[in-house]
Nanobody, 127 residues
Framework: QVHLVESGGGLVQAGGSLTLTCAASAPSFNNYAASWFRRAPGKERQFVAGIGWSGSGIKYADSVKGRFTISRDKLENTVNLQMHSLNPEDTAVYYC????????????????????WGQGTQVTVSS
């Protein structure tokens, strides 16, 4: 397992933007697929976006397609989530998760296959 730390959350008005960053304690994070999930109040944690270890294999939840962009910076050993055109329905705690090693496949359907999770960062979008 690896220690993951999310940052970049905050309060933003509807239509605004935020960029979340997931930083890992180990350089080997670069060799793993990674995904972002979120848990809205009163709801289960859901997949948002994922990226393979090579930077390919990108997937998005339908609700964020065209608004969110996932990327990774191998020099910084981070996975980032750029979020634009935010709306109140995006309000949630956002979590970073590590997927399979040397894999370009991410599981959008469940939390299976992810072995490390961060503590989450709160994103609140006001109307």
């Amino acid at each position: 397992q690896v220690h993951l730390v999310e940052s970049g959350g905050g309060l933003v008005q509807a239509g605004g933007s935020l960029t979340l960053t997931c930083a890992a304690s180990a350089p080997s994070f670069n060799n793993y697929a990674a995904s972002w999930f979120r848990r809205a109040p009163g709801k289960e944690r859901q997949f948002v976006a994922g990226i393979g270890w090579s930077g390919s294999g990108i997937k998005y939840a339908d609700s964020v397609k065209g608004r969110f962009t996932i990327s990774r910076d191998k020099l910084e050993n981070t996975v980032n989530l750029q979020m634009h055109s935010l709306n109140p329905e995006d309000t949630a705690v956002y979590y970073c998760a590590r997927g399979g090693g040397y894999s370009d496949w991410v599981n959008p359907g469940s939390e299976s296959g992810y072995d490390s999770w961060g503590q989450g960062t709160q994103v609140t979008v006001s109307s």
